[in-house]
């Protein structure tokens, strides 16, 4: 039989006196940490072991300190910095018995002793000169019998106690680390911390103080390895950066982070255990690809032409260490800035400052030619300190100057111009930094202007489909803000609209029709026109919701919409509010207190088509102020909505509602704009004086007229409207209360008015009386919803058609308006009296 010979035990075995003839030639070094530290090399040299250690006892001889070690950091195996002498551990038996101790992986693994260095094999041998030994290997086979008498020489050589550190010094491997994932509080040596710029004084051993160190662009890479749910059980290599010492204004230390994911065991959490080392050496911040992608991922997401600065801005001013830049759009022979950093006038030349019309300047390049040329050649310019060139440009770089034109196809889009205080050489990784800044800056500038032309045409054609103006309003103040969606180009659905009804009511409406589309905002045209022409017949609140829903129905769309609509009696200072889906209003009471009504709803217009709107009274007071919101200014993804109409309440809550306008502005103030947003607000103030009314059902009989008239006569004398002292009449007979001309008005037109709803209608007929401010108003209502035609010609045989002419000529105004199932005609006569 053939012996077949295991070459990695022979190669193992042979490991011995090759170890033993190392250690002879360390044996003639002096004591010394550097000694100790080569020693612990030959375990990793000779054996499989990939950490060695030794461990001697602290001064007051009750814990087991770790004095040195080689090879893998001790926090990958989660290896404490010291045992106690009196614990189950292996290296506290070893001390005790003074033998060596042997553990393999299932021994580890039952999470006793050593949880920490659970699933490797684990020796710990006592050394001849104090102290312990101790190696980890991750050989499932653990260390063989050649490896262990390596290890036993190598106990026999290596000292207990180096004489240039004592025993519970620092952190032997300072810049290691130790995370415990459930608590985020982390271990970290001297080192470590002196990486990210801290003292071990000022770090309160939480992960987050050492993340909002790192460049917010690295941050989410660096956080999927710090949180657990992110990262599988292994190692883990990543490359991030830290702000550098001097501030933002430097560049960042590029730092390397080595760490391993060690699973939870019982009674302890998962925890990551890793080192972190500068990784700065042979990196160029100037022409790092990533920084290239971001601005060119930022780019591709910029929405407008100010965007697109800010972007360029962020991705040039840190890493080339510049001290202004300045990106400015080419029209005709203008440059107009859009970005300026630093924004201050004063920073920049004075020819700029002349031109500082509005935010920024317009620059002339008649006053620059040498940039002129520079955009006509189409190519990058650098100037060191000190070239000759015109002052409206040599202000901006004294030190350097870089003019960056933006070409966008075949024209000329703008240029970017940086530049440095002091004397600023500009290299090769620079101006590759630049050229390809400039290519993807003018195409998304180019973009951003056709974008911003689009966007302005949108919110034109959404601006006609809303109120130009709201009407003014007697004892009541109230404004609106539109904003729309910034995301995309798309019209929205969202509207309002403030609806004047007779006798001093008033309707408030806001409402969102789903999507954002033209469909959504022909629809919402439609709907706003629809709620206007209910309200306006005259129709209840609930009732004018009803007929929107079933409206929206019939028209066989898609699409739904939500909306709330609040009718306000200015005069009694009550309202009543009917919701279809929509968010219920915001009331802040005098006393600036604030109140979420709690307003039944029905469901959203256009879904059901036997469906209640019920409605909720609402109780004001002088100095109320009512705010009705669509979602877009409430919502917010990462949060519940009722939330944000919580925060709402909260900042109506600390508004001056003396100031309408200001509140509006400032509570549309940080709005997410991925939504377009509606807002109305009205302050209800009361009335200071109020209309004085009265209302009389006319009886169809043959004295019909006769009795409207005495009706007439009654309430004006309670009223205290009296007739003219020159001609008193006969005051005991109440068919004569005194021949004036305003009497004979009022008496004519209410009796064309009642006597032409007896003859040409059917039905209930009822007279109202107003007075408010010397003006009478006659309303006459009836059940025919037609209304009245004045002739246009009358012949002198006709014996009727003259009442509408007569009550023309005698009233102030007149008219005819809707109201619910007929129609009223009115009229407003001047009268005197008090």
Known sequence: MTDVVDEGAAERGAGVPRAE???KALAGDPDSVERRHRVLEQALAFTCATFAGVYTPAGDGGRLRLAEAAGAPRALYGLPDSYP???????ATALRTGEPVWRGPAETAAGGAEPDAAGHCLAVLPARHGGLLLAITESPEGFGPAERACLELIADAVTGAAPDRPPDAGD?????????????????????????????????????????LTVPEDLPSLMSVVEADHMAVGDRELDFRVAGPAGPAA?????????????????????????????????SDATDVARVQRLAAALATAGTVRDVGHAVVAALRRPLRADRIALAELEGDRLVVTVLDPPEPESWPELWRLEWRTEWPEAPLRAMPTLAASLREGRAQIWPAGTALEPALAEVGPGALAVLPLPAGTRMAGACLIGWDTPHDVGPDERALLTAAAGLAGQALLRAHAFDAEHELVGMLQRQLLPRRLPRLPGARAVARYLPATAGLELGGDWYDMIPLPDNHVALVIGDVQGHSAAAATLMGQLRTALRAYAAEGHPPDVVVSHANRLLLEMETDLFATCAYVAVDIEEGTAWCVRAGHLPPVLRHPDGTTEIAEAEGGPPLGVLARADFPMTELRLRPGTLIALVTDGLVEDPGSDIDEGMERFAHDLAGADPAHLGPVADTLLLGARRNDDIALLLMRYDGLAVRPRRESWTVWRVLEAARHARRFTRRTLRTWGVTENPENPGNPGNPENPGNTEEYDAVLLVVSELVTNALVHTDGQVRLDLTLLGGRLRIAVADALARSPVKPTSIGWEATGGRGLLLVEALSATWGTVPVSGGKQVWSEIIVTGS
């Open 21 to 23: 003839a190392a250690l």
């Open 85 to 91: 002498t009196d614990g189950p551990s292996a290296p």
């Open 172 to 212: 032997p491997m300072p810049g290691g680390f130790v995370l415990a994932m459930d608590t985020g509080r982390i271990e970290a040596g001297h080192e470590l911390l002196e990486l990210f710029g801290l003292g071990p004084t000022e770090f309160d051993g939480r992960v987050e103080t050492l993340l909002g």
């Open 251 to 283: 560049p960042p230390r590029w730092l390397r982070l080595r760490g391993r994911l060690l699973p939870a065991a019982p009674g302890r959490a998962a925890r990551l255990v890793g080192t972190v080392a500068d990784a700065t050496s042979g990196r």
